[in-house]
């Protein structure tokens, strides 16, 4: 067996991968506790930027993408930082289809996709707890949710 990657110091380096396997992006997702949002936070926001230094850039990604059943999410979209933990989306307004949506977990697949332009968001368990969103952030916000349900993009 070969060793653990380390970074130099002795410490483990980056092991993390997103999951591509459809049958382990299906998990049921627990309610996620108070203490265990920055460490959740912190290894979804290596890999999001793992992910872009190996050309794969993305704006959000949900727990279960690294193997983690909780619900929570994190969205990069320009200079928005938005957590999602325990959120959930209760109202949605003008459908429209989405051109050319994308997923992490499934490199190289973009669809259409039936979404809604604007979302009202509530039970957030961090800082927005309930806000509307809009546009693009309204589009990764309800696909980032999905993950957290079972949808993914190719059920879509």
Do not use: W
């Not at 290894?43 to 704006?59: D, N, T, W």
């Not at 949710?145 to 949808?151: A, F, M, S, Y």
Request: with cysteine; net charge negative.
């Amino acid at each position: 067996m070969p060793p653990l990657p380390c970074n130099g110091m002795g410490f483990l380096a980056h092991i993390f991968m997103i999951i591509t396997n459809p049958d382990l992006l299906r998990p049921i997702c627990d309610l996620v506790l108070l203490e265990e949002v920055e460490p959740i936070i912190k290894k979804l926001e290596i890999e999001l930027e793992q992910s872009a230094k190996r050309g794969f850039p993305g704006v959000g990604l949900a727990a279960p993408q690294i193997g983690i059943s909780k619900s929570i999410a994190i969205i990069r979209v320009g200079n928005i930082k938005l957590n999602l933990v325990n959120a959930k989306i209760i109202k949605q307004y003008y459908e429209f289809e989405f051109d050319g949506e994308g997923c992490l977990s499934f490199p190289g697949l973009y669809k259409k996709t039936n979404r809604f332009k604007e979302i009202v968001v509530e039970s957030n368990l961090v800082e927005p707890h309930t806000f509307i969103a809009t546009d693009f952030l309204a589009v990764v916000i309800q696909h980032e949710t999905e993950h957290l349900n079972q949808i993914l993009l190719m059920d879509k």
